[in-house]
């Protein structure tokens, strides 16, 4: 199975997840949620992320679903994560790509799984209401 691990910003990832289970299931195994705080040193932030790498590694593969490009989860995740192979650095986490990350990691192959990641993620983006104005 395709191990995931969250890092965002308070307790995003933690509701993030919640909310997604509730949709989903619940994800027993293979799921791993890192929150961080301002009250945090980098050095803890960076010690929180690698136990929960070494706890999540697996052949399988490993996708890290962060918050935000360029924030604080990546700038520690892509140095621990760059010689972790089958592994990817996914920023921008919404519903749409936990929902699928929890649905397909145990059907999809990893580079598969990535893509609907990213995919569902993209779909979700969208302005609605203008749809009630096509005829």
Same mark, same amino acid.
């Given at each position: 199975?395709?191990?995931?691990?969250?890092?965002?910003?308070?307790?995003?990832?933690?509701?993030?997840?919640?909310?997604?289970?509730?949709?989903?299931?619940?994800?027993?195994? $293979? &799921?791993?949620n890192?929150?961080?705080? *301002?009250?945090? %040193?980098?050095?803890? =932030?960076?010690?929180?992320? @690698? #136990?929960? !790498?070494?706890?999540?590694?697996?052949?399988? $593969? &490993?996708?890290?679903?962060?918050?935000? *490009?360029?924030? %604080?989860?990546?700038? =520690?995740?892509?140095?621990? @994560? #760059?010689d !972790?192979?089958?592994?990817?650095?996914?920023? $921008?986490?919404?519903?749409?790509?936990?929902?699928?990350?929890?649905?397909?990691?145990?059907?999809?192959?990893?580079?598969?799984?990535?893509?609907?990641?990213?995919?569902?993620?993209?779909?979700?983006?969208?302005?609605?209401?203008?749809?009630?104005?096509?005829?």
């Amino acid at each position: 199975m395709i191990n995931l691990i969250v890092i965002t910003h308070g307790e995003f990832g933690a509701y993030l997840i919640e909310a997604a289970e509730g949709i989903v299931g619940v994800q027993a195994a $293979g &799921l791993k949620n890192v929150s961080i705080s *301002p009250r945090m %040193t980098l050095e803890r =932030v960076t010690e929180c992320a @690698a #136990k929960a !790498i070494e706890e999540m590694r697996s052949d399988d $593969g &490993l996708v890290f679903l962060l918050d935000m *490009p360029g924030g %604080t989860p990546m700038n =520690v995740v892509l140095p621990l @994560a #760059k010689d !972790i192979d089958k592994c990817a650095v996914i920023c $921008g986490v919404n519903i749409n790509m936990m929902t699928s990350a929890f649905a397909y990691r145990q059907s999809l192959d990893f580079d598969r799984l990535t893509a609907k990641i990213l995919e569902d993620g993209r779909k979700a983006i969208c302005e609605v209401k203008s749809l009630l104005l096509k005829k």
